[in-house]
């Protein structure tokens, strides 16, 4: 017997509208209604505004800050589960309080794993997300997770770049990881910048390890928050003798003063994706679109096909 393929639909969550336009584009469906209706209090409440009943949905949301983009995820799962829609699934392009993936101190939350939980009992079947801070994340979840790779995004445009002398570095020690895995695809060396910091966001001091003299660095990491610790990693990495330095990062949190740190850095360029929209245009920001990869990737669930085909570079 053939498989069957039910209809499928898109829909956008407030906080990501232009990517999950750009998703649906790609995929080759317009993007379906959804209204956001507010109280005077600050309340909102989604509600779609056509038929979903027996269809695979997939609800397109980043969940950074504000809570209210997490908020409105939710609820609009709730909607489609009472709507009667066949299979829900979560698409995540970025995972927020993911950098709250264990207790690495006594009291603390662990917010990525509270987030699972309140996705799941929602009524989610599974969740389709990007560059998670922690791989194992995926395991906070009992339902299929696809984890999309921004490399394959991020590859062709370095090398699009024909730097002579590339070498990967990580901005930390907790990166070095995703650093090797990247310069793998260029058969690249590693460099790392080992970093102490005071508390969260303010660095103590940073080294490197590893020579950059005459390099061409790329920076890789998957968030770009305050952007401190690329400027300052940038800085050291040129006061070392490298030829240019430069940054990849997944995804664009840039609060704070972020903009401004990134304009005054030593950083030719930062690359990002839309994961999240920027606050603001920049001459020194590259942003490069997931829509085509997060379309091939619904087709695939839909289809009952491969994801790790989309791994490929």
Same mark, same amino acid.
């Not at 445009?157 to 695809?185: C, E, H, Q, V």
């Not at 690249?188 to 080294?207: F, G, P, Q, Y």
């Given at each position: 017997?053939?498989?069957?393929?039910? =209809?499928?639909?898109? @829909?956008?969550?407030?906080?990501?509208?232009?990517?999950?336009?750009?998703?649906? &584009?790609?995929?080759?469906?317009p993007l379906?209604?959804? /209204?956001?209706?507010? @109280?005077?209090?600050?309340? @909102?409440? =989604?509600?779609?505004?056509?038929?979903?009943?027996?269809?695979?949905?997939?609800?397109?949301?980043?969940?950074?800050? =504000?809570?209210? *983009?997490?908020?409105?995820?939710?609820?609009?799962?709730?909607?489609?589960?009472?709507?009667s829609a066949?299979?829900?699934?979560?698409?995540?392009?970025?995972?927020?309080?993911?950098?709250?993936?264990?207790?690495?101190? !006594?009291?603390?939350?662990?917010?990525?794993?509270?987030? %699972?939980?309140?996705?799941?009992?929602?009524?989610?079947?599974?969740?389709?997300?990007?560059?998670?801070?922690?791989?194992?994340?995926?395991?906070? #979840?009992?339902? =299929?997770?696809?984890?999309?790779?921004?490399?394959?995004? #991020?590859? !062709?445009?370095?090398?699009?770049?024909?730097?002579?002398?590339?070498?990967?570095?990580?901005?930390?020690?907790?990166?070095?990881?995703? %650093?090797?895995? @990247?310069?793998? #695809? #260029?058969?690249?060396?590693?460099?790392?910048?080992?970093?102490?910091?005071?508390?969260?966001?303010?660095?103590?001091?940073?080294?490197?390890?590893?020579?950059?003299?005459?390099?061409?660095?790329?920076?890789?990491?998957?968030?770009?928050?305050?952007?401190?610790?690329? %400027?300052?990693?940038?800085?050291?990495?040129?006061? *070392?003798?490298?030829?240019?330095?430069?940054?990849?990062? /997944?995804?664009?949190?840039?609060?704070?003063?972020?903009? &401004? /740190?990134?304009?005054?850095?030593?950083?030719?360029?930062?690359?990002?994706?839309?994961?999240? !929209?920027?606050?603001? &245009?920049?001459?020194?920001?590259?942003?490069?679109?997931t829509a085509?990869?997060?379309?091939? %990737?619904?087709?695939?669930?839909? &289809?009952?096909?491969?994801?790790?085909?989309?791994?490929?570079?």
């Amino acid at each position: 017997m053939p498989l069957q393929f039910n =209809p499928v639909k898109i @829909f956008a969550g407030s906080g990501t509208k232009d990517l999950a336009q750009k998703i649906a &584009e790609a995929y080759g469906k317009p993007l379906g209604d959804v /209204t956001l209706s507010r @109280f005077s209090d600050g309340e @909102f409440q =989604p509600s779609f505004d056509e038929s979903i009943r027996g269809c695979d949905v997939f609800l397109v949301q980043s969940t950074y800050q =504000p809570s209210d *983009n997490l908020m409105e995820l939710l609820l609009m799962v709730d909607a489609a589960k009472r709507a009667s829609a066949h299979y829900i699934t979560a698409v995540v392009p970025y995972y927020g309080l993911a950098r709250q993936d264990r207790k690495d101190k !006594p009291r603390v939350a662990i917010g990525a794993k509270l987030v %699972a939980n309140l996705l799941k009992s929602a009524g989610i079947h599974r969740i389709m997300t990007m560059d998670l801070h922690a791989a194992q994340i995926q395991g906070f #979840f009992d339902i =299929p997770v696809d984890h999309l790779d921004g490399s394959v995004i #991020f590859v !062709p445009y370095i090398k699009s770049l024909g730097l002579k002398n590339l070498t990967i570095a990580s901005p930390d020690m907790g990166g070095s990881y995703r %650093a090797r895995t @990247f310069a793998k #695809f #260029f058969n690249a060396e590693v460099v790392i910048c080992d970093k102490r910091r005071l508390r969260a966001n303010e660095i103590e001091s940073m080294s490197i390890i590893g020579d950059v003299t005459g390099q061409d660095i790329v920076l890789m990491d998957d968030i770009c928050d305050t952007a401190g610790t690329l %400027a300052k990693a940038a800085a050291l990495i040129m006061e *070392n003798g490298a030829n240019s330095v430069r940054a990849v990062c /997944t995804h664009a949190v840039l609060s704070g003063k972020a903009y &401004e /740190t990134i304009e005054n850095s030593m950083l030719e360029e930062l690359i990002v994706t839309d994961t999240i !929209p920027l606050k603001q &245009e920049s001459a020194k920001i590259k942003v490069l679109s997931t829509a085509k990869l997060f379309a091939k %990737a619904i087709a695939n669930v839909n &289809e009952h096909g491969s994801i790790s085909d989309l791994f490929r570079v």
